[in-house]
């Protein structure tokens, strides 16, 4: 059994990769320019919350000999405000109620109770690429009768984009405790987004601050595992789920 999900896991990963690598991101942004300040701020709240790093992962140190590879994929609904603006800047075309990212996820553990961990993302309904690093310090390592603390420093930011240059900075405490085969986990931060108009005439800049507030679940299935969560950055809903090998 667990060397045909370690062997489905390793299949899998190899499919997003080629996914990730190869996606055309065909839609664009649209004309920036059409966007007052307050609506690119807006826009800006709505992309930067989809960029942000997300875990989706318990915050558990992995020790020198661990790795976490996975795929991942979320869906964000967003904002009523932010996706009006989206909407102007393409003309007024209908966007989907809900973006899709598309993940590689890859998380090393180092002594000391300290994690590294990065991904390489696509979404195309924004038509953007996203890079994500993060580091993770366990404040409480935690054991059989007391529950993980993790501090976590996470930055992201989107390329293949002639319309907009957006990079988001966050922080979060998280907790989790391991019951079995389950490992339920929470945590709160803050997510800073640094936002610029590439294309605009009136140099449209925009630097919002969202809270952070997320909940998942971790199922370890003997090498491989699956792990689903909840997100709410600002006003941007998300749900997203993980299926990779980790030890």
């Known amino acids: 059994m667990k060397k045909n999900l370690s062997f489905l896991a390793c299949a899998t990963l190899g499919l997003t990769l080629s996914m ?7 839609d ?7 966007l007052t300040d307050r609506e690119f701020k807006h826009a800006s709240e709505a992309i930067g919350a989809v960029v942000s790093y997300r875990p989706i992962a318990p915050p558990q140190p992995q ?7 996975g795929l991942s994929m979320t869906s964000s609904s ?9 909407e102007k800047a393409n003309g007024n075309l209908y966007l989907d109620d809900a973006v899709q990212t598309y993940r590689l996820d890859i998380h090393k553990g180092l002594p000391f109770d ?5 991904y390489f993302a696509n979404v195309p309904g924004l038509g953007i690429d996203v890079r994500g690093l993060e580091a993770r310090y366990a404040l409480l390592a935690g054991d059989f009768a007391t529950p993980t603390i993790s501090l976590r420093g996470g930055y992201t930011y989107a390329t ?4 907009i240059s957006i990079d988001a900075r ?3 405490v998280s907790i989790s405790k391991g019951f079995a085969m389950l490992t339920p986990y929470a945590g709160i931060g803050y997510v800073w987004v640094d936002s610029d108009g590439r294309k605009t005439a009136n140099h449209l800049h925009s630097s919002p601050e969202l809270s952070k507030y997320y909940a998942g679940i971790n199922m370890g299935l003997g090498l491989a595992n699956l792990a689903f969560e909840t997100d709410i950055t600002g006003s941007t809903i998300s749900w997203g789920m993980k299926f ?4």
């Open 244 to 247: 990779g090998v980790r030890w």
């Open 28 to 34: 664009r942004l649209g004309d920036l320019d059409q």
């Open 160 to 163: 293949n984009s002639d319309d």
């Open 78 to 86: 967003l904002s009523y405000k932010g996706a009006a603006a989206l």
């Open 170 to 172: 966050s922080l979060d």
């Open 20 to 26: 990730i690598t190869t996606t055309a991101s065909a």
């Open 63 to 69: 020790g020198l000999t661990g790795f976490d590879i």
């Open 114 to 118: 300290v994690d590294v961990g990065a």
